[in-house]
T-cell receptor
Framework: EDQVTQSPEALRLQEGESSSLNCSYTVSGLRGLFWYRQDPGKGPEFLFTLYSAGEEKEKERLKATLTKKESFLHITAPKPEDSATYLCAANTGNQFYFGTGTSLTVIP | DGGITQSPKYLFRKEGQNVTLSCEQNLNHDAMYWYRQDPGQGLRLIYYSQIVNDFQKGDIAEGYSVSREKKESFPLTVTSAQKNPTAFYLC????????????FGPGTRLTVT
């Protein structure tokens, strides 16, 4: 069964405390791995697409990496404004499979 | 500014009534999607459309209907046949169907009592 699992469900960090969010996927024929940020009551905001194992992409304090089984979203020296739910999704060409997200809280 | 708009932001309906959620995009995207988001669950695909006048059922299409008469618009009707309609509904679009990033609207929270 094609599925995406994110861990942890929730993460609390002190401001400046770096960490990583995990997205494990088991899908047939990955065409792309997508990361989104979602603030409460709003639609997801696109962050990154990764297409092949070994690929990395960065944006400000965020860096996404991809292996053949999982993707990581590394957050370096987070700030309170990074608090949000981070969603990942695996695309097989025909469909996106979304994880349930990691809720990140960054405490000042 | 290009983007996706959904209206209204909040919608309240009585059980047994049909309701239509609006989704408009000015990104010139061919593909459009409707998702439903419930607490503790990933986004689930209701319907998608690759081009005008064409649409396909997603994983949870029962109790929903859509139309795609214009490239910019993809309205979703939640019918009285949908057993658990209360949810957060998200519309998205992508330049083409397939492995292209999807851009989401702000969402409509529907409450049915």
């Amino acid at each position: 069964e094609d599925q995406v699992t994110q861990s942890p469900e929730a993460l609390r960090l002190q401001e400046g405390e770096s960490s990583s969010l995990n997205c494990s996927y088991t899908v047939s024929g990955l065409r792309g791995l997508f990361w989104y940020r979602q603030d409460p009551g709003k639609g997801p905001e696109f962050l990154f697409t990764l297409y092949s194992a070994g690929e990395e992409k960065e944006k400000e304090r965020l860096k996404a990496t991809l292996t053949k089984k999982e993707s990581f979203l590394h957050i370096t020296a987070p700030k309170p404004e990074d608090s949000a739910t981070y969603l990942c999704a695996a695309n097989t060409g025909n469909q996106f499979y979304f994880g349930t997200g990691t809720s990140l809280t960054v405490i000042p | 500014d290009g983007g996706i708009t959904q209206s209204p932001k909040y919608l309240f309906r009585k059980e047994g009534q049909n309701v239509t959620l609006s989704c408009e995009q000015n990104l010139n995207h061919d593909a459009m999607y409707w998702y439903r988001q419930d607490p503790g669950q990933g986004l689930r695909l209701i319907y998608y459309s690759q081009i005008v006048n064409d649409f396909q059922k997603g994983d949870i299409a029962e109790g929903y209907s859509v139309s795609r008469e214009k490239k910019e618009s993809f309205p979703l009707t939640v019918t009285s046949a949908q057993k658990n309609p209360t949810a957060f509904y998200l519309c998205a679009s992508s330049i083409l169907a397939g492995d292209y990033e999807q851009y989401f609207g702000p969402g409509t929270r529907l409450t049915v009592t």
